[in-house]
C-alpha cells in the first residue's frame, strides 16, 4: 500500500533512488563477471605481467595508487584519482603501502570454479612479454576489463556511502534486493556480500 511504501521511504531512505542504484550494480556486476571470464580465458593474459606493468617498477612489489594510475594508461584507461581511491577503499587496500600481488588477485575474484583454476595457473606463468608478438589484443581485453570494475567500484562505493551516511540502510537493501534483483543472477548472500567490507 501507499501508506506501507512512504513509511519504508522515510524509514529505510529513499527506496525508488536506492533501487535504481542496485540495479545498477547488478548489471554492472554482470558485465564485471563477463569481462573477467573473457581475460582469464585469453591465453595471451599474464596477471603477473599486468601487475609489474600497473606497478611500474620498484615499489616493494606493490602498486601505489599514482602507479596504478600510470599503468592503466598503458590499457587505454584514464580513471579519475576519486575512481582509483574508490577501488582501494572498497577493497580495503592501505593507499600508503599500496597493493600487492594477493590484493590485486582479490579484484579478479569471485569466478567461477574453472575460470578461478585457470587464473590461479596464470599466476604461474610469469611474464611473457618476450613471448608475445602482438599485445593489442589482450591488451584491450584488459582495457575492458578495468573499465568495468572501475564503474563497478563507483557504484559500489557510492550505495556504501550512502549506507555509512544513514540514507540509506542494510534493511533497505535486503528489500531491494528481494524486489529488484534477478535471483538466478545473484543470490541474496552474494548481493551481501558486495557490501560487507567497510567503507
Do not use: C
Request: proline share 2%; charged share 30%.
Amino acid at each position: 500500500s501507499d501508506v506501507y511504501k512512504r513509511q519504508t521511504q522515510s524509514t529505510w531512505g529513499n527506496l525508488p533512488e536506492l533501487s535504481v542504484e542496485v540495479k545498477n550494480l547488478v548489471r554492472l556486476h554482470e558485465a564485471l563477471e563477463i569481462s573477467k571470464a573473457e581475460l582469464i580465458q585469453n591465453d595471451e593474459f599474464s596477471v603477473v605481467q599486468v601487475f609489474e606493468d600497473l606497478k611500474g617498477g620498484g615499489h616493494n612489489d606493490t602498486i601505489l595508487i599514482a602507479d596504478f594510475d600510470k599503468g592503466l594508461r598503458k590499457y587505454s584507461v584514464y580513471p579519475t584519482f576519486e575512481q582509483i581511491q574508490n577501488l582501494f577503499k572498497n577493497h580495503n587496500i592501505d593507499s600508503k603501502k599500496g597493493m600487492d600481488l594477493q590484493e590485486f588477485l582479490v579484484l579478479l575474484l569471485p569466478l567461477s570454479g574453472r575460470n578461478a583454476k585457470k587464473l590461479m595457473e596464470n599466476t604461474k606463468k610469469g611474464k611473457r612479454k618476450e613471448e608475445m608478438t602482438d599485445r593489442r589484443k589482450v591488451n584491450e581485453i584488459i582495457g575492458k576489463f578495468f573499465r568495468a570494475l572501475l564503474q563497478y567500484e563507483r557504484t559500489l562505493f557510492a550505495i556504501k556511502q550512502s549506507i555509512s551516511r544513514g540514507k540509506s540502510s542494510e534493511k533497505a537493501l535486503q528489500m531491494v534486493f528481494e524486489e529488484s534483483v534477478d535471483k538466478s543472477k545473484l543470490t541474496r548472500s552474494e548481493f551481501l556480500s558486495l557490501f560487507s567490507s567497510d567503507v
